[in-house]
């Protein structure tokens, strides 16, 4: 889901023009970022699924802190206070937000691996809805969240720009590196190279 992730930060910066596009995309991937130096000290893991192949659905990720309800939300609060707090409280919010919503995307394609308390205390059922188990699906979803991110961004770029008198040529470029980039992130995914 690393190009829808992608895809949805672009479409918030479309209706959140104050929100820079920098901070948008790093809060969507912000959960993974942390989660990279807990897997590397095995603290979380990938546990691979016997009989697969691909890249979608080829493991089960034992995120269990990061990727945990609680834990995504006191990383999305976490990140949005460290980078938003010079900013106005929408601008907080909306990066708190697009932080969470990697946990939301990530709920409609996982196993069942994600819990919902860190270290799933209590043992509560973990979530997951498993679309990685349809790449079909999966990849119609991504690749729409990238469309829609590039073409949202886009008009809403070229308004700023027409608005201001000038930089049109850099909002269009943007918005095509937006799309090209997704649909590249999108391809290696999809063909496994990204694991």
């Known amino acids: ?4 992730h992608f895809g949805l930060a672009a479409i918030v910066k479309a209706r959140e023009p104050r929100v820079p596009l920098w901070s948008l995309m ?7 970022i942390v989660f990279v130096p807990l897997f590397l000290s095995g603290i ?8 697969t192949t691909g890249s979608y659905g080829t493991g089960v990720i034992y995120a269990d802190y990061t990727h945990s309800i609680l834990g995504a939300l006191l990383l999305s609060a976490m990140l949005a206070l460290i980078i938003g707090y010079r900013w106005d409280r929408r601008s907080m919010l909306v990066v708190g937000f697009v932080a969470f919503s990697h946990w939301l995307l990530d709920l409609l394609v996982h196993h069942t691996d994600m819990p919902i308390l860190p270290h799933n205390r209590g043992n509560l059922p973990r979530l997951g809805l498993g679309l990685w188990q349809h790449p079909d ?4 979803i991504e690749l729409g969240l990238v469309l829609a991110g590039a073409l949202l961004y886009s008009r809403a770029a070229r308004g700023v720009t027409i608005s201001a008198g000038k930089g049109q040529r850099l909002a269009g ?12 992130v999108l391809a290696l995914d999809v063909t496994g190279v990204l694991g």
């Open 1 to 4: 889901m690393i190009a829808g």
């Open 26 to 32: 790093l809060a969507t991937v912000w959960l993974d």
């Open 44 to 51: 979380e893991t990938i546990v691979r699924v016997p009989g």
């Open 137 to 140: 699906w999966t990849i119609a």
């Open 173 to 184: 470029l943007t918005s095509l590196m937006i799309g090209i980039g997704g649909i590249a």
